[in-house]
């Protein structure tokens, strides 16, 4: 079973929607034993950083997002990424644009369903079994991303020009 974690500020719905069409078991949940007894943890994301770390604090559900993530596999989506990131003693680009040089990954208004570049999905992860493809198109809408990450994080999806996406 996928726990996809409520903490609340995440995209939780549209995670766990996915999930359900792709035919896997999964639960939303904000409960530590949810969490502790699931092959594996999603921590999906979005709005400002340091309100959704407030929320996760506040949560107490932070220590043990930690531990597990180290136990099991472990998908962080957007603010998600970034949070573990930042717990586990890695690194965040404030602004990609000024200080990464990456493509820009902030599309405005343009439709959600439209690509705008490619994340290359290593095989060996939870997110290539999840979509059974080494390449997802997406249309990111983040000017955040994960510079270093932190301690036993593994990169499973780079996009095209290198930046960390999962």
Same mark, same amino acid.
Request: charged content about 25%.
């Given at each position: ?9 995440? @995209? ?15 639960? $939303? ?28 604090? #506040? +949560? ?20 998600? &990424?970034? &949070? ?7 690194? $965040?680009? #404030? ?7 990456? $493509? ?15 994340? $290359?999905?290593?095989? *060996? ?13 997406? @249309? +990111?809408?983040?000017? #955040? ?15 095209? *020009? ?5």
């Amino acid at each position: 079973m996928i726990a996809v974690i409520d903490y609340g500020a995440g @995209n939780i719905f549209s995670v766990k929607n996915a999930l359900d069409y792709l035919g896997f078991d999964s639960l $939303l949940t904000n409960k530590k034993e949810d969490i502790e007894k699931a092959d594996g943890l999603i921590l999906p994301g979005v709005g400002a950083f340091p309100s959704a770390m407030k929320m996760l604090e #506040q +949560s107490g559900l932070t220590e043990t997002i930690k531990t597990e993530s180290k136990k099991k596999p472990f998908l962080g989506i957007c603010r998600g &990424i970034q &949070i573990l990131t930042t717990a586990l003693g890695g690194t $965040l680009y #404030q602004d990609l644009e000024s200080e990464g040089g990456y $493509l820009k990954h902030f599309m405005g208004n343009s439709p959600r369903e439209y690509s705008v570049h490619k994340n $290359l999905v290593e095989k *060996d992860s939870l997110l290539y079994t999840i979509l059974c493809n080494d390449s997802v198109e997406v @249309n +990111s809408y983040h000017h #955040q991303a994960v510079k270093n990450p932190g301690t036993k994080l593994k990169v499973t999806a780079p996009s095209e *020009d290198g930046g960390i996406e999962a």
